[in-house]
């Protein structure tokens, strides 16, 4: 278990292929967090990868790095663009790039609602538009939306949040009902509490009250999510999984 969640060293030890080797992927947020545990493990597995940060960039991937801030249309427009020149054609897309802007309702600001839903949905939207019809003119393509258990059971002060997270899901199910005859899959991942700065930004005593609800007694770490984005872009593992959303929760929500 402890060498599964190593990543380093891991693309080795797995000793059969999840047909990911070459694949072109785009991975949203892939500096930090989930998403750079993302990109690390794509690295591993052989694919050719490509992520955006919007602040620094990560100087341990060797991934290629694009700036660019996924609620800005045209700059999305012009990384899927940059991906097809310096990689070839978009194999799959990873919409993980995503904030929380946190508050009890009575005191959300507007500038916190439009943030969350601008970054996490619209984001989405910006994220996938360039790429989606290249992938059906090649009749190929996996698509993973990072959803969150806040999305499917709500959160105290995260109404901006789940609402955006929840619509992940419904834009994953509708878009893999239409992509599915061009032979493409879209997918969606839940996440429950994943050990990032997203996590710890969380005050103590709220991390206390929440581990307490999660069955394995911890909360997740970021290769974990990592894993199940591969499983649901691989041509391979999940050939027949479209339009389904797969928790990674520690039975936190079932
Ligand atoms: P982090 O806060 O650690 O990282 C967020 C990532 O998103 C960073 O790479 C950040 O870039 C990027 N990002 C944020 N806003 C933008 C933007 N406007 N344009 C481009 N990139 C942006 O978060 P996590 O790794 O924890 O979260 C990753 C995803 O997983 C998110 O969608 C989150 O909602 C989801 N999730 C996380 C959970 C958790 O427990 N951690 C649980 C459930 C879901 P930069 O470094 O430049 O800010």
Redesign the pocket.
């Known amino acids: 278990m402890k060498e599964l969640l190593n990543i380093d060293g891991l693309g080795e030890q797995i000793g059969i292929s999840l047909g990911l080797e070459d694949k072109v992927i785009l991975v949203?947020?892939?500096?930090?967090?989930?998403?750079a545990a993302i990109v690390r493990l794509l690295e591993k597995l052989g694919s050719k990868v490509a992520y955006?940060?919007?602040?620094d960039r990560n100087t341990q991937h060797q991934a290629l790095a694009i700036q660019?801030?996924?609620?800005d249309k045209a700059a999305m427009e012009a990384v899927a663009e940059q991906i097809e020149q310096k990689l070839g054609s978009i194999y799959g897309v990873v919409a993980?790039?995503?904030?929380t802007r946190d508050n009890f309702f009575p005191k959300l600001t507007s500038e916190d609602w439009d943030a969350a839903i601008d970054?996490?949905l619209k984001?989405v939207y910006n994220t996938l538009m360039p790429a989606i019809p290249k992938m059906y003119d090649r009749k190929e393509g996996s698509v993973v939306c990072?959803s969150?258990?806040?999305g499917e059971r709500g959160n105290l002060g995260q109404t901006n949040y789940a609402a955006s997270?929840a619509a992940i899901v419904g834009l994953t199910k509708s878009l893999a009902r239409e992509a599915a005859r061009y032979g493409v899959r879209v997918n969606a991942v839940a996440?429950?509490?994943?050990e990032?700065?997203?996590?710890k930004s969380i005050p103590d005593k709220v991390q206390e009250r929440i581990l307490s609800e999660i069955p394995l007694n911890r909360f997740g770490k970021?290769e974990e999510v990592a894993w199940a984005v591969a499983f649901l872009l691989s041509p391979i593992a999940s050939s027949y999984i479209t339009g389904a959303v797969l928790r990674v929760n520690g039975a936190q929500h079932t």
């Open positions: 949203t947020g892939g500096n930090r967090g989930i998403g955006t940060h919007r602040s660019a801030d996924v609620t993980n790039a995503g904030i970054t996490n984001g990072i969150s258990i806040s997270k996440p429950g509490f994943i990032t700065d997203m996590v970021p």
